[in-house]
Each structure stands twice: as structure tokens, then as C-alpha cells.
């Protein structure tokens, strides 16, 4: 259900090597319009990352146009004499895997406050993965919501939305209808928070069979399940 980080990760990524010089690096990022690059060794095992705020210089120069100005502005004096990646890169990287969902990818992003990660597969390299790739993965609209939602509904459940209804407005879901069971209501809200988009989900699905306590019996009135929260 959750979209992963490999699905959204950029594969071309641009690397450096720990003896580049800070000067090739910066003309690298200009050149390929990033704001970071992964420091790598022989092997592409990720040592570090060098972003355009390690190369906001203590002299008042900038490297990459006006991103390194702004930042030199918030950052100023840093360590001079720099030469190499080396030197510059923030160390250890943090890093992802290409099964990582993106609710997790953006929660390491806010934990560690930055805005790149970089993909390892076996210990190598595979892709990069930034705050504006996430940001854009999450901005979905509602009819893309809407359907992913329904196929997800049929295929787990074989519910129609003739028996589920689905309606989404900013990300906000609502599910009208009937099961016959109240474990599976349950679970279809949970199913349907976990969806890349939504928000909150307010269910009135109701219920024919209470599963969920020792004495099952029926039910004939709809129940409203609430309000659950994305997370």
C-alpha cells in the first residue's frame, strides 16, 4: 500500500570521491542543479554527503550562486582551509534502502535536519532520495487517492465501491456502506490511512457480525468508527 523510497529515488545520482577537490564539487552541483552530492569510495559505499551549506565558505564566496549565498547568510564563519570532499562531507551519512516507505524516509529527513538521503542496496549506492521527491510523492490528487484506495479495497476485501463507498476531498477519505463483519471496518480504515495522500479517514461503514468481542452477535444500526489520522 505504502509507495517506497525506490519508486520516487533518483538513479542518476552525481557522486564524488573523498580526494575531490571542493572546487570540482561545487561546479558539479551547479552543473547538475543539486544541492548535494554523496561522498563515495572504490566500491560506491557511501562515506559521507557534501551539500551546499558544507561548502558556504568563511571568506564570503560562494561556490553555487544564491542557495550558498542565503545559506552563508544563516551559517556564517565555518572552519576554513577545506581542500577536499573529504573535509567538507558531513559523516556518517544517513542513508535509506530502496524498501523504506516514504513516511519513514521523511520522519529520518526531520529527526536529522536535512534534505537528502542516499539509497544503499548491498552497501552500494543505488540513489538519492530528497525532501522536494518526498513532498511531491505525498502531493496527490484526490481522484488518484480515490482509485488507489477502491483497487486496494477489491483486492484485499472484494469489496466493490458499490458496497463501500469512497469519496475523497484534500485528502480527507470518507467510507460509506456495510460489511458483515466489524474486524474487517476496522481494518479498512486502517487499510485506507496507510495510503500515500490521506490525511484522515472518517468511516461509517457498519457492521452485520461483532467479531471483535467474545460474544459475537449482530448488528442492524451503523456505527460511525471515527476519525483515524495518517501516520
Avoid at 567538507?88 to 536535512?114: C, F, K, N
Avoid at 552497501?123 to 486496494?152: C, N, P, S, W, Y
Wanted: glycine share 8%.
Amino acid at each position: 500500500m505504502q509507495t517506497m523510497v525506490g519508486e520516487v529515488m533518483t538513479t542518476a545520482v552525481a557522486r564524488v570521491r573523498p580526494e575531490t577537490p571542493v572546487t570540482q564539487v561545487a561546479r558539479l552541483l551547479r552543473e547538475r542543479g543539486v544541492t548535494a552530492v554523496p561522498v563515495v569510495d572504490e566500491e560506491d559505499h557511501v562515506l559521507g554527503v557534501v551539500s551546499a551549506m558544507d561548502l558556504a565558505m568563511d571568506d564570503g564566496q560562494s561556490y553555487s550562486g544564491p542557495a550558498l549565498l542565503g545559506c552563508m547568510a544563516r551559517h556564517p564563519a565555518r572552519a576554513s582551509g577545506a581542500k577536499t570532499a573529504a573535509e567538507r562531507m558531513s559523516s556518517p551519512a544517513v542513508s535509506v534502502t530502496p524498501d523504506v516507505s516514504l513516511r519513514t524516509a521523511t520522519r529520518l529527513l526531520q529527526m536529522h535536519g536535512i534534505h537528502h538521503l542516499p539509497v544503499v542496496a548491498d552497501g552500494k549506492l543505488v540513489g538519492m532520495v530528497t525532501r522536494r521527491d518526498l513532498l511531491a510523492a505525498f502531493l496527490r490528487g484526490d481522484e488518484q487517492v480515490r482509485r488507489q484506495i477502491v483497487h486496494a479495497m477489491e483486492m484485499t476485501f472484494h469489496l466493490t465501491s458499490d458496497q463501500v463507498a469512497v469519496t475523497v476531498h484534500n485528502g480527507v477519505v470518507r467510507l460509506d456502506g456495510q460489511v458483515e463483519r466489524r474486524s474487517v471496518a476496522g481494518e479498512l480504515g486502517r487499510l485506507t490511512a496507510a495510503v500515500d495522500g490521506v490525511i484522515a479517514v472518517d468511516s461509517e461503514v457498519a457492521w452485520e457480525i461483532d467479531d471483535t468481542t467474545t460474544g459475537s452477535r449482530p448488528r442492524d444500526v451503523a456505527r460511525r468508527a471515527g476519525r483515524q489520522v495518517a501516520r
